[in-house]
């Protein structure tokens, strides 16, 4: 590293290592605190490792409403033992019934050669007979390592990765279908 970042976070996502550095942007740019031994990848490879490790953004897979357990997060994120924070009953709750929620965050991989390219952020997934919406794409991007889309979907409980699903956009001059397989997070490890 060259310079010093104010804090040095330890980060391990399913399949990486790594570390997180926090504090204001060196005054020679953002990527000061990296040496040039230093591979970084592009902001799209970032994406699709980050959706293929099951790691929620704020502001797409955490909104308004999420709470914890559809997400995935309890376990990393909650303390039992630490004593009260703002939902501490509805965690304790679902955690005590086994953390049986109505929707989860799923992986959402999409094999098929989409000629009108990949669906976009807010595409539906429904049910493989097409007669359920069950939730919509948050996070979408190519995946090098897996040859296919992948994307993030907080989806209903009435789909049990890994099964079949279908996602479906308005295209430019249609809507488009296509099948896909809902999975449970990580998609790789």
């Known amino acids: 590293m060259?310079?010093?970042?104010?804090?040095?976070?330890?980060?391990?996502?399913p399949g990486l290592v790594g570390v997180d550095l926090l504090g204001p942007q060196p005054a020679a740019g953002r990527f000061a605190w990296v040496g040039d031994q230093v591979t970084r990848?592009?902001?799209?490879?970032w994406e699709a490792v980050r959706i293929e490790a099951g790691v929620p953004v704020n502001g797409r897979e955490l909104v308004e409403g999420t709470?914890?357990?559809?997400?995935g997060l309890v376990e990393r994120t909650v303390s039992f033992t630490k004593g009260c924070f703002t939902g501490q009953e509805l965690v304790a709750r679902l955690d005590s019934r086994?953390?049986?929620?109505?929707r989860r965050l799923c992986g959402v991989v999409i094999t098929a050669d989409v000629e009108a390219g990949a669906p976009p952020v807010g595409?539906?997934?429904?049910?493989?007979?097409?007669s359920d919406q069950v939730g919509?794409?948050?996070s979408v991007a190519w995946s090098e390592g897996m040859g296919a889309t992948v994307a993030l979907a907080t989806l209903h409980r009435r789909v049990s990765p890994p099964e079949s699903v279908?996602?479906?956009w308005s295209g430019a001059d249609e809507t488009m279908t296509v099948p896909?397989?809902?999975r449970p997070l990580p998609l790789v490890g």
């Open 180 to 182: 896909a397989e809902s």
């Open 41 to 45: 990848c592009g902001d799209a490879a």
């Open 136 to 138: 919509n794409l948050s």
């Open 166 to 168: 279908l996602v479906r």
């Open 98 to 102: 086994g953390s049986k929620v109505a």
């Open 123 to 130: 595409a539906s997934v429904v049910t493989a007979d097409g």
């Open 67 to 71: 709470i914890a357990a559809e997400a």
């Open 2 to 13: 060259v310079g010093e970042p104010t804090v040095v976070v330890p980060v391990a996502w």
